[in-house]
């Protein structure tokens, strides 16, 4: 049986596993609560490497989807 996370993740553990991001964005995500696994799998989603684990039969969903769309909401491209 895997290990659950109890305790708030902090700032700076959030930090280190999503990078450099504003504290606006780390505050919305730490609300999320989410658990250590969910921020290392929505950082590999946010490098661009989220084709590889779905086609491994691991959509996005939950907790990931919600701090993926916080992590990228700046990098969407205004319309033509």
């Not at 290990?3 to 930090?15: D, F, V």
């Not at 280190?16 to 590999?44: C, F, H, Q, R």
């Not at 086609?55 to 993926?68: E, N």
């Amino acid at each position: 049986m895997p290990i659950q996370q109890t305790n708030p993740i902090s700032p700076a553990e959030l930090k280190a596993i999503l990078g450099d991001i504003d504290d606006a964005k780390v505050i919305e995500i730490i609300e999320l609560k989410p658990t250590l696994a969910e921020l290392e799998e929505a950082a590999v989603w946010a490098t661009g490497d989220g084709d590889v684990l779905a086609k491994g039969g691991r959509p996005l969903a939950g907790t990931v989807a919600a701090v993926l769309e916080i992590l990228t909401a700046d990098d969407e491209e205004p319309p033509c």
